[in-house]
């Protein structure tokens, strides 16, 4: 019986120091005006001309979201590497994330949010 009463409380402390290493991280990255930060450093900057937006790193456009019809396509060098539309990310006409997913990792607009997550998986973007 003592032993159980020792076993619960070090199990409780367990569970929740556990639990706290699972806690739900916030965004890696947070948009600040034109800039793209992680722990405060710029990281990428994003212009925007009418309903284009460019992801740019060290000067460089990296890719950019142009409005075709009623969806955003990422293009990188001119060929379309995915689409946005009605909160879903597609690659190929097929979905590949939603725009949710996206700005859990990037603090920024659905488009901004949506276009670096695309850089990032085809790997553009570090």
Known sequence: ????????????????????????AGPDY???????????????TVRRSGSEVTIEKGGSTKGKAVKRG????????????????????????????TVSDAQRKFDCDDTVAATLWVLFQINVLP
């Open 30 to 44: 947070v948009c600040k005006g034109d800039r793209v930060e992680k722990g405060g450093s710029t990281q990428f």
């Open 1 to 24: 019986m003592k032993l159980m009463s020792v076993k619960l409380p070090v199990l409780a402390a367990l569970a929740l120091v556990l639990s706290a290493g699972t806690a739900a």
């Open 70 to 97: 009623s969806k955003m396509e990422v293009e990188v060098g001119g060929s379309t590497k995915a689409t946005i539309a009605n909160g879903k990310i597609e690659k190929g006409g097929a979905s590949w994330s």
